[in-house]
């Protein structure tokens, strides 16, 4: 069974722009969630999306936002970069809810300038 | 506030040598605690996950310990390997109203030489 996959993997932006991270969950998992990861902060929650509806939510901006489709893919957009949002964005798959195991992908790397 | 800190921030030990991480946690409702090894470029892959009334877990060379009532866990990494070498976080999951909120560790680098 193929992993989470991430597209792309590594992308570089000038702040003010925006960008879309795209991830595609394991087959047959429906909740897709996804993670800031940065060298100061460690691993951040941003959301999480069940049967495309957003299930949980971490404290960050509205300028993340995310969409998951009916074949569970999912994109987040980030808008109005700035340096700050340079950092390794994960995202986690599972079948359903917390009780069941969470497979991360490899990551997209989102360099700011 | 719901906190996890993880002890120590990076560890170089020798190979086929033991060690232990830390993490200590003030998050409630405890649902459950995982612990995770990321290698570099990678995402991070379960190594273990336990609940509350679980106080130890293996998965090979590693044992995770919890202690609910001190609100502490371990991971204890046996004769290392250089494949250990790693970032470990430690991730715990509070019940909150129709889902679990997660608070992650931010990690030990963990270094394992020749």
């Known amino acids: 069974k193929a992993g989470v996959t991430q597209t792309p993997r590594y992308l570089i932006k000038t702040r003010g722009q925006q960008v879309t991270l795209s991830c595609s969950p394991i087959?047959?998992?429906?909740?897709v969630s996804w993670y800031q990861q940065t060298p100061g902060q460690g691993l951040q929650f941003l959301f999480e999306y069940f049967s495309e509806t957003q299930r949980n939510k971490g404290n960050f901006p509205g300028r993340f936002s995310g969409r998951q489709f009916s074949n569970s893919r999912s994109e987040m957009n980030v808008s109005t970069l700035e340096l700050g949002d340079s950092a390794l964005y994960l995202c986690?798959?599972?079948?359903?809810?917390?009780?069941?195991?969470?497979?991360f992908g490899p990551g997209t790397r989102l360099t700011v300038t | 506030k719901n906190q996890v800190e993880q002890s120590p921030q990076s560890l170089i030990i020798l190979e086929g040598k033991n060690c232990t991480l830390q993490c200590n946690y003030t998050v409630s409702p405890f649902s459950n605690l995982r612990w995770y090894k990321q290698d570099t470029g990678r995402g991070p892959v379960s190594l273990t996950i336990?609940?509350?009334?679980?106080n130890t877990k293996s998965n090979g060379r590693y044992t995770a310990t919890l202690d609910a009532d001190t609100k502490q866990s371990s991971l204890h990494i046996t004769a290392s390997q250089l494949s250990d070498s790693a970032s470990y976080i430690c991730v715990v999951s509070a019940l909150a109203g129709g889902g679990n909120k997660l608070t992650f560790g931010t990690g030990t680098q963990l270094k394992v030489e020749l």
């Open positions: 986690a798959s599972r079948w359903t809810g917390e009780g069941y195991e969470q497979y």
């Open positions: 087959s047959g998992h429906r909740s």
């Open positions: 336990m609940t509350f009334s679980e």
